[in-house]
C-alpha cells in the first residue's frame, strides 16, 4: 500500500480523525530514519484548507519544540491530507506497552503542556489534547496532532470534534462553539492528566450512538474525579477545570506545577524524575457552560470524588 510517495508498513491504529501507520519516507526527505509515522486524515478538504493546514503546520514545524513531535512532510492525495512525523516507538500516553509509574505519567503530561505552552506563544491552540495525542519519546512526552490546530485568532476548525469519546477532554465552552485558547486547551489537560492516572471516567458512560445527546452529557455533568488521587494532584486537576478567571494562566505555569508534583511522587516511589527536556474528597469545580443562547457563563458547581488510581 503506497500514500503518495510512502510506502506503508503496518497499520497502528485509529486516531481522532484519521488512520496512524508506520511506513517507508521517500528519498527526498533525505532521512536517515527507516520509518517515520505516518497520519491519514478522514477529512477529504479543499486546496484552501490544505494551504491553511500547511502554514500553521510551516509555523509549528519553525519552533524546533521538544515537547511536539518533529513534523516532517505534509500532503494531499486523492482530496486526503496526510502528515508524517518522527516515529516514537513508545507508543501514544493511552497505549504505551511500557510499565510507567505515576511519576513519569505525570511528567509526561507536563511536557505536554509544555508543547502546548509552545503552540500558544506563537498564536495557535492545539484544540485536541487527549491521551492518544502524547506520543512518548523514551520516558519524556511530546504533543502530537498539531495538524488539527486552530488559530486563537479565531478561524474556524478545518476538523470538528473527532471521536464521540474524545468529547470529555473538550472544555465545555468549546462545545457551545467558543473559541479554543490557552484556556481550553488547559481544561484538556487537566482532564487528560486524571484519565491518565487513573480508570475513574470523568463523566462516566458517554453515549456513542448519537452525538447530540453526547454533547448534552457532556456540559451537563459534572466531572467525577478520583478520591484516591494524592491532595497536590487533585488541586492541580481543579485548578486546570476551575472557572476561566481561576485557571493557570498559561500552560507553562501548569507544567511547573506538575513537575512539583512528580517529584513529590517519585519521592514516594523510591526514585527521581528526569529534567524537563529544554531548547539549548474534592474541592468544588466550576465549569463554563453558557447556554446556547448567552454569552454569560453558568454558576459553579461541584464535581465529586471516587475509584482508585490504575
Known sequence: MRV?????????????????HTARPPARLGLADPIVTLKVLDHYGSADDFRRITNELRLLHSLRSPHLVELLDAGSVDGRMYLA???YPGG?????????SRSERVAIVADAARGAHDMHEVGVAHRDIN??????????????????????????????????????????DLVWGGKASRSTD?????????CALSDVAPFGEIPTDNLLSAFRHVVHTEPTLDHAFEPELLGVIHHCLAPVDKR??????????????????????????????????????????????STTN???????TEGTPS
Do not use: C, M
Not at 510506502?7 to 488512520?19: A, K, L, S
Not at 505555569?253 to 512528580?262: I, K, M, P, T
Open 4 to 20: 503518495g510517495d510512502y510506502e506503508v508498513v503496518e497499520t497502528i491504529g485509529d486516531g481522532n480523525h484519521g488512520v496512524y
Open 85 to 87: 512525523t518522527r516515529h
Open 92 to 100: 501514544a500516553l493511552d497505549q504505551s506497552d511500557a510499565p510507567l
Open 131 to 172: 491521551p492518544t495525542n502524547i506520543f512518548i519519546d523514551k520516558t519524556r512526552g511530546r504533543l502530537a496532532d498539531l495538524g488539527l490546530a486552530q488559530t486563537l485568532a479565531g478561524a474556524t476548525a478545518t476538523i470538528g470534534t473527532g471521536p464521540i469519546g474524545s468529547l470529555q477532554f473538550i472544555d465545555p
Open 186 to 194: 488547559i481544561w484538556s489537560l487537566g482532564i487528560t492528566l486524571h
Open 248 to 293: 493557570f494562566e498559561t500552560a507553562l505555569d501548569l507544567a511547573n506545577e506538575l513537575d512539583d508534583v512528580s517529584r513529590q511522587l517519585a519521592n514516594n516511589e523510591g526514585h527521581a524524575p528526569e529534567a524537563p527536556a529544554t531548547d539549548a474528597s474534592s474541592q468544588p469545580i466550576s465549569q463554563n457552560q453558557p447556554s446556547p443562547n
Open 298 to 304: 453558568s454558576g459553579p458547581s461541584a464535581a465529586s
